[in-house]
């Protein structure tokens, strides 16, 4: 619980509280840092409940003091289900900074060192060891952001929302924030995520016992920018703050073909022209020998399909870790294949063939920094930036930012 601290014992016997949700007091034995005034208590041990309610500190317990927010504090971000950066991208065109990034894909987490260089921290957000370390390195950041767990609401999916062991990850997103105190709290999903009834459970009751307020609205990349992607965002802040208004978008068209931002295919290094090059099965089920392949093609006349994470994996493993062979048969049977290729270009060391889209393409579609060199295993880089949220579409969320 998270308590306020209103009379300290010098004996360390019962310490009186107030918890910050509902207003009730209870007293705590142990050792206590009288110095602070509000607390994180947790792993505390119950020990009764009546006259007063009474729990002890034993050496399992783990406490937070928290010191007052300063207006360098509510820059600070800790990034939660941080992938390779894109949410920290964007808030940088703002001022905000991240103070650590935490991941359970240390791979993938690797590569978010190459663009800002922070804390880093591999582990489950649902775990309280995890989030003893983000306090240890960031404790009194005022922004928590996080884009969680999309596969269970995806209509690419089995949609099983709160049925889905992934979905949890937004209860130890919001638990973090609620324990840490942040004033801040970012959220972004796939659309289908906004309605569902484990989501707005899992918010309403954040709300519930912090005081929050929530905004909420749905951004598309495709109303400003030549590639699809459309997702939910949550901007949940303090009284402190007061609400955020959120407002969709107006659609611009000044720049709405992949052309105006790719000109052309170009050659990429060898090594990544190679690693991107469509293996034998990968040529069989995107049909290059009977021609259907050309479905897959981008199009550079239009605007561009939404980047996924598995582009670059539907039928063989995952680099990121996540599969260790393509989707089944079945998935791809009932659920199609969603792929994005391009006809490579003929240079002196290699013919033209067909391979999956460079990251760096990928980035550049949607609109994060394409200049950015993640290193030598282009198919990892390219399942990150598949599930990346649009560093175009949270610089829009900062610019209607108010108070601060």
Known sequence: ????????????????????????????????????????????????????????????????????????????????????GGICQGMATSGFHPVAAVDQNERILKLYDVQNQTELIGGDVCKLSTLAKVWERAKGAGVVAAGFACQPFSRLGDQLGGCDARAQCLTGILATA????????????????????????????????????CSQCDL?????????????????????????????WPRMTSISKVRQIIFDVLPWDVNDEKALSLNERELDFFGAHDNSFQRYLLNFETCAPCALHSWGSQVVGCECGCRVRGLSESRLRDKGLFGCIVRSCQTEFHDSCLRHLHPNEVLMLCAFDPLIDFGCNPRLTLAAAGQMASPLLQWMIKSKRSGY
């Open 1 to 84: 619980m998270v308590a306020s601290l209103v009379c300290f014992d010098h004996t360390h016997d019962a310490h009186l509280f107030k918890a910050s949700h509902d207003g009730t007091l209870f007293q705590v034995c142990g050792l206590l840092d009288g110095s602070g005034d509000t607390f994180s208590l947790m792993n505390v041990k119950f020990v009764r409940q009546f006259p007063v309610p009474l729990v002890a500190l034993d050496e399992g317990s783990i406490l937070f003091k928290h010191a007052p927010p300063t207006w360098s504090s509510l820059y600070e971000v800790v990034e939660l289900c941080a992938g390779f």
């Open 220 to 248: 598309h990349l495709q109303d400003l920018w030549p590639c699809r992607r459309s997702r939910a965002w949550w901007v949940i802040t303090s009284p402190m703050i007061g609400k955020v208004p959120l407002v969709s």
């Open 178 to 213: 609620f324990y840490m105190r942040a004033q801040v709290v970012i959220l972004e999903c796939v659309q289908p995520a906004v309605g569902n009834s484990f989501v707005e459970a899992e918010i309403g009751r954040f709300l519930e016992l912090s005081g929050y307020h």
